[in-house]
């Protein structure tokens, strides 16, 4: 399992004291990121292939506090993979120095062309990368249909 460490400072809280549901996304943002740097998909890397990760949702649940100057491990696992990359689900889970599982963020999202603003699937070498690393119990493939699960659509104002 890929785990970064974090301490929790005083900027991560939130108005009661705990660390603030933003604190909590922005953990999982940033170890997502390095395990993604970890496999060769750097900043630098990224910018070469012309493509980004792009988040379609992110949930979280609460299973204890978290409070400041604690210290808490961020995991990341991968969920689901399309067979051709473009689509994924990450899972990572908060635990404190005892092991205990405080969180859990699960997101959703894709690789996006940063040339012509479309989805695109991912290069074969770190494709490969992908289904060779840390997978949840429960990993699956997926396809763009798992994606609109939701079947959220956007409604303007009249």
Not at 8 to 23: F, K, P, Y
């Amino acid at each position: 399992m890929f785990l970064k460490e974090f301490e929790i400072r005083w900027n991560d809280l939130d108005a009661n004291r705990h660390l603030a549901n933003i604190s909590f996304l922005s953990f999982a943002s940033d170890t997502r990121m390095k395990f993604l740097k970890n496999i060769g998909l750097s900043h630098s890397k990224l910018m070469q292939l012309s493509i980004g990760p792009v988040v379609f949702n992110e949930h979280l649940f609460y299973f204890k506090e978290i409070f400041p100057d604690e210290k808490i491990r961020v995991s990341f696992e991968l969920a689901a993979l399309s067979k051709d990359g473009t689509f994924f689900e990450f899972e990572h889970n908060y635990y404190n120095d005892k092991g205990e599982n405080l969180a859990r963020c699960e997101m959703s999202g894709g690789w996006i062309n940063l040339k012509s603003r479309k989805l695109t699937s991912l290069p074969n070498d770190i494709l490969k990368k992908f289904q060779t690393s840390n997978k949840t119990t429960s990993f699956k493939e997926i396809s763009s249909k798992d994606t609109r699960r939701w079947n959220r659509e956007p409604r303007d104002l009249d």
